[in-house]
């Protein structure tokens, strides 16, 4: 769902997406591939502009999942 006026968002571009990840101000989503070996194994997404942030992180093991985000409190 788009932020700015809530219409619905059809399309992110995570290959193999499974397991969610979101942080306390739901600024951004974090989206594991499940099937890549490791590769390119995190997508973190900027939710007010639907668009990727950086590049797509590698996992030490094959079939990162089920992500949790942790936060730093002030």
Known sequence: MTR???SE?????VPN???L???SDGTYL???NI????TSATYTLDLA?????GSPVDAPFAAPHKLQVYMKHF
Request: proline share 0%; aromatic share 0%.
């Open 35 to 38: 099937s890549d070996g490791g």
């Open 9 to 13: 968002v059809t399309t992110v571009n």
């Open 21 to 23: 990840g979101i942080n």
């Open 49 to 53: 502009t639907n668009t990727h942030v």
């Open 30 to 32: 974090h989206i594991g």
């Open 4 to 6: 700015s006026d809530l």
């Open 17 to 19: 997406a499974h397991g």
